[in-house]
């Protein structure tokens, strides 16, 4: 992808200017803005490749821009950035639509990895629009659905992101770190628990199919059976 375009938001003057310099010579094109209330207006004119929230901010804060982002998006990947050290502000943000977490102080070579990675795996992920038939299930990546005869769940960003990757991986295995990556952008301890509770989501989700079953593989990852004969 060349010169990707980033959504800036950030009330603080001075961090933001050097954020904003210091991506642009790295060849990035980023609109830069202050204010929460100007942010979802901002995101829908300039449609970027990646949005890049603080969390406090004045009128909005960036979970709520998060939020509706994710309303007319599901695709664009979001990181938060944030003095906030608890591990609830964390799920927050996670449970908002956010792809990945930094706290500040940061250095610009963390965060310029972290960019690149998610966007990375948006290339080659996406988020398509049609349905995903799974034997007795479809799903809806674009609609955060998953369907079982006539009954329809509605997924969190995060099950629906999980179960992507897998639908896309399905009769292959996937390595664990690799699921880390795409889902939450790091494969830190706290993540890797987090996955383990969503793998166990999803297990009952499709417990009334047998023809399928999200087998792990110890010590590598997963592997998403799915017998297309059943």
């Known amino acids: 992808m060349s010169n ?46 990646l949005c ?10 960036g979970y709520s821009i998060a939020q509706a982002i994710r309303q007319s998006n599901d695709k664009v990947p979001i990181i938060f950035v944030t003095a906030k ?28 990895l972290r960019i690149n990675n998610l966007l990375r795996l948006t290339q080659r992920y996406g988020s398509p629009s049609e349905k995903i038939v799974l034997s007795e299930f479809e799903f809806h990546p674009d609609r955060y659905e998953l369907r079982h005869q006539e009954n329809v769940r509605k997924l969190s960003h995060r099950e629906a992101m999980l179960l992507l990757v897998l639908s896309q991986n399905r009769n292959t295995t996937v390595s664990r770190k690799e699921v880390l990556l795409t889902v939450w952008g790091d494969d830190t301890f706290f ?13 009952d989700f499709f417990k009334p ?3 399928i079953e999200i087998i792990t593989i110890k010590g590598v990852g997963y592997r998403f059976s799915v017998d297309e004969q059943a």
Request: charged share 35%; glycine share 4%; hydrophobic share 35%.
């Open 4 to 49: 990707p375009t980033i959504l800036y938001v950030e009330d603080e003057p001075f961090l933001g200017r050097i954020v904003k310099e210091s991506l642009e010579a790295r060849n990035f094109t980023v609109t830069m803005v202050s204010d929460g209330k100007d942010a979802v207006k901002k995101f829908t004119d300039s449609r970027p490749d």
């Open 52 to 61: 890049v929230l603080d969390v406090m901010l004045p009128n909005k804060d």
């Open 85 to 112: 050290t608890l591990t609830e502000d964390v799920v927050k943000g996670f449970e908002a639509g956010g792809n990945d977490y930094i706290r500040k102080p940061f250095s610009m070579e963390e965060l310029i």
């Open 191 to 203: 993540n890797s628990r987090n996955l383990d509770v969503y793998i166990s989501k999803l297990r």
């Open 209 to 211: 199919d047998p023809a």
